[in-house]
Nanobody, 115 residues
Framework: QVQLVESGGGLVLPGGSLRLSCAAS????????MGWYRQAPGKERELVAS???????KYADSVKGRFTISRDNAKNTVYLQMNSLNPEDAAVYYC?????????WGKGTLVTVSS
């Protein structure tokens, strides 16, 4: 069982930055693929960034060059640094963990981009 708790969402001006964090429970973090999805109102959930064990990092085209996923295995935490935010980035961001063919989800953190 893996439990995930996101933090770091909030209101930011267009062009601003935020860093999301996702803290995971359990002792398997270093062997777990992690990533972030987002879902805006009226839209489907989309993959934003992933850090796959043995597969490296991957980003949605819409965030390449602006978002960076990273992880700290000592802290069981994965991060999403988001720069140059625009209103299209506003959404609920969900952290996920994939291990042993099971996907675990956090409850999400809201990112609002508005002036």
């Amino acid at each position: 069982q893996v439990q995930l708790v996101e933090s770091g969402g909030g209101l930011v001006l267009p062009g601003g930055s935020l860093r999301l964090s996702c803290a995971a429970s359990g002792s398997i973090f270093s062997r777990t693929s992690m990533g972030w999805y987002r879902q805006a109102p009226g839209k489907e959930r989309e993959l934003v960034a992933s850090d796959r064990i043995g597969g490296g990092t991957k980003y949605a085209d819409s965030v390449k060059g602006r978002f960076t996923i990273s992880r700290d295995n000592a802290k069981n935490t994965v991060y999403l640094q988001m720069n140059s935010l625009n209103p299209e980035d506003a959404a609920v961001y969900y952290c996920y963990a994939y291990y042993d063919r099971i996907t675990y989800w956090g409850k999400g953190t809201l990112v609002t981009v508005s002036s």
